[in-house]
């Protein structure tokens, strides 16, 4: 863990002069004292303040791996399912397309809902279950409406979950903490993924890939009684959305945010870097499908226990990295492997090989998830606005993610897969080109508690 850094209120003018003062970011007068929302006490190694139980912050990490669980199977491997129920590369695209739209208009208020509710855990154990009925009408209704339904349904639902496991998080540990513990997150939530993916997959291929789905719902009950586990009496509200010191119990004006140009810079990135990404997988899941009957769920586990083993590996160093080397640094490799990973896939049609890929998708995905939530948090300090934002952030992100499903899909189905990957490839290049010549550096821009 990085000691606590001098706070300094001097303009920072380094990448391009774009950083504010810590002062203006916060609307407060240069020279401002910073009181400390901390305890004095050096946070233990899990990256928790003496405020949080060792029961609460394990539960914290049960429930990130068992979400991980819940989510998987309503992801990659729903565009392998209906292909086996004979539905086009359109039409897939547009299942997963109605459940992102639904995901973007629900993200932001979902985010402006976690920072004004203390009912967090609520939110999470009604997003769970919604995911669980979702899936349950998918595996017994695999026709084109029930299917659009259960994806607005879980799209809608689901998206208060990474705002809610966010400011949880933040209200336990604290500011000081949060980098160790977002780390901490994803490496739970990609072991997550790992046991959901290897459990799918032979499922699909012993089973059938409809039992995928009764996985889902049956995965709901451990995450709703691991959800129990979290003492609500230990998270620190403000905290958890933003607010420290005199500005607690206070927000700040969203237009704001909106003219806080490192944060609307970052939004530019974050979209194009999920409108490259977001349809890479499915479109990989979809040709890996095509002549390989049982043996395709096979393969798109093999496709994401690959992802989510390197971000298992990735993501605590991440965090670690993140506190004393900064973001940005970590960020351009996360941007840059995309555009190669996208170029490779139309050099070889080797099934192993393409397998292989995903680690790339592991790099990428593992120090994306975990640093951008601190770029977020490093520019919401002290605004009463960090969920809002970060809803706001992944509304956008929502976006591009939908946009990018149908726009490949439909470039795949009338021009083949090459041209598809290539596509996303390029707005992989122009979004790396752009993180690099305008983002500025954002840890030193906060200010530190303890």
Same mark, same amino acid.
């Given at each position: 863990m990085e000691p606590p850094a001098e706070r300094s209120d001097s303009l920072t003018q380094s990448e391009g002069g774009l950083m504010k003062r810590d002062s203006d970011l916060r609307g407060e007068p240069a020279g401002a004292a910073v009181p400390?929302?901390?305890? *004095?006490? !050096?946070?233990? %190694? $899990?990256?928790?303040?003496?405020?949080?139980?060792?029961?609460?912050?394990? @539960?914290? +990490?049960?429930?990130?791996?068992?979400?991980?669980?819940?989510?998987?199977?309503?992801?990659?491997?729903?565009?392998?399912y209906l292909a086996g129920f004979k539905w086009n590369e359109e039409r897939v695209g547009l299942a997963l397309t109605v459940g992102g739209i639904a995901g973007i208009l629900a993200q932001t208020p979902a985010g402006a809902l976690v920072d004004s509710l203390r009912a967090k855990r609520a939110l999470v154990g009604l997003a769970v279950a919604a995911i669980a009925a979702g899936a349950l009408i998918i595996a017994l209704c695999?026709?084109?409406?029930?299917?659009?339904?259960?994806?607005?349904?879980?799209?809608?639902? *689901?998206? !208060?979950?990474? %705002? $809610?496991?966010?400011?949880?998080?933040?209200?336990?540990?604290?500011?000081? @903490?949060? +980098?160790?513990?977002?780390?901490?997150?994803?490496?739970?939530?990609?072991?997550?993924n790992v046991t959901a993916a290897v459990s799918m997959g032979l499922l699909g291929y012993f089973l059938s890939n409809r039992s995928v789905f009764f996985f889902v719902v049956a995965l709901s009950i451990p995450t709703l009684l691991i959800l129990i586990g979290i003492r609500p009496g230990e998270i620190?509200?403000?905290?958890?959305?933003?607010?420290?010191?005199?500005?607690?119990?206070?927000?700040?004006?969203?237009?704001?945010?909106?003219?806080?140009?490192?944060?609307?810079?970052?939004?530019?990135?974050?979209v194009l870097f999920h409108f490259a990404n977001a349809a890479m997988l499915p479109l990989l899941g979809e040709l890996l499908a095509k002549g390989q009957g049982r043996s395709s769920m096979l393969f798109m586990s093999a496709c994401v226990v690959t992802t989510q083993l390197v971000i298992t590996v990735l993501a605590s160093w991440s965090g670690r990295q993140a506190g004393t080397r900064g973001r940005k640094p970590l960020l351009l490799i996360a941007f840059g492997v995309l555009p190669i990973r996208g170029v490779l896939y139309t050099l070889t049609s080797n099934t192993v090989l393409l397998v292989a890929i995903q680690i790339l998708d592991g790099v990428g995905a593992g120090i994306f998830g975990v640093v951008s939530v601190l770029v977020i948090a490093d520019l919401t300090r002290g605004t009463g606005r960090f969920n809002l934002t970060l809803g706001a952030i992944t509304t956008a992100v929502g976006?591009?993610?939908?946009?990018?499903?149908?726009?490949?899909?439909?470039?795949?189905?009338?021009?083949?897969?090459?041209?598809?990957?290539?596509?996303?490839?390029?707005?992989?290049?122009?979004?790396?080109?752009?993180?690099?010549?305008?983002m500025p550096e954002t840890r030193n821009a906060r200010f530190v508690e303890g």
């Open positions: 400390s929302r901390e305890p *004095s006490g !050096v946070p233990t %190694p $899990a990256g928790a303040s003496s405020r949080a139980s060792s029961r609460t912050l394990h @539960a914290l +990490d049960g429930l990130n791996f068992f979400l991980a669980d819940v989510q998987t199977g309503v992801g990659p491997f729903l565009a392998i695999p026709s084109f409406w029930p299917v659009m339904g259960a994806q607005i349904l879980i799209g809608g639902t *689901s998206s !208060v979950l990474i %705002p $809610a496991i966010c400011a949880i998080s933040l209200g336990l540990v604290g500011r000081a @903490a949060f +980098d160790a513990r977002q780390g901490r997150n994803q490496t739970f939530n990609s072991a997550g620190d509200h403000e905290v958890a959305r933003g607010a420290v010191g005199e500005k607690a119990g206070q927000a700040e004006s969203v237009r704001v945010l909106l003219k806080d140009r490192p944060l609307v810079i970052f939004l530019v990135c974050a976006i591009g993610a939908a946009l990018s499903q149908v726009i490949a899909g439909s470039i795949v189905h009338h021009m083949g897969s090459h041209a598809g990957f290539l596509f996303l490839a390029a707005v992989a290049a122009a979004a790396f080109a752009i993180l690099y010549v305008f």
